[in-house]
């Protein structure tokens, strides 16, 4: 059997892998959103045949509501799927990429969509708050892999 100190570096070793391919998903969900974003905004700017910007109050309302009730919704989530899946004195491996990526995710639809009203609308100033937000929240979410780390006791 195994002394526990080679179980705690394989445990280590494995948080490290977790980690790395954490930060590398966030990293490719960020580019990917923002390179489309730019290069769609690049593309279509001024080029939309009918653009309605009636219609920019109305969806940055609507976009800025489900904002509202997404965010507190996936970091309720987040916790919960945090407690199910405690074990000792840190959550598992499985259950921190799931949590994290259900945040950046569920952010990460509100920007595009955002971002498809700005092509809709023309009205670009507006209807990219929600999108600014949305992105914001992101930022903020970047993958430490704290949950993962033994708890310390002081």
């Known amino acids: 059997m195994p002394d526990s100190s080679t179980q705690t570096h394989g445990d280590q070793e494995h948080i490290r892998r977790v980690l790395i391919v954490m930060r590398l998903?966030?990293?490719?969900l960020l580019s990917g959103q923002l390179g489309a974003a730019i290069t769609l905004l690049a593309l279509f700017r001024?080029?939309?045949?009918?653009?309605q910007p009636e219609l920019a109050p109305t969806i940055t309302i609507a976009l800025i509501v489900i904002f509202l009730v997404t965010t507190p919704l996936t970091f309720f989530i987040r916790m919960q799927t945090y407690k199910k899946h405690w074990k000792g004195d840190r959550i598992s491996p499985q259950a921190y990429i799931f949590a994290t990526l259900l945040v950046v995710t569920a952010?990460?639809?509100?920007?595009l969509v955002s971002v498809a009203a700005a092509f809709i609308t023309q009205a670009y100033?507006?209807?990219l708050v929600p999108a600014m937000l949305a992105l914001l929240v992101q930022l903020a979410n970047y993958p430490t892999g704290k949950p993962l780390e033994r708890a310390s006791v002081v």
């Open 107 to 111: 952010q990460q639809a509100i920007f």
């Open 125 to 127: 100033l507006v209807t």
């Open 46 to 51: 001024g080029r939309m045949p009918n653009p």
């Open 25 to 28: 998903a966030y990293f490719a």
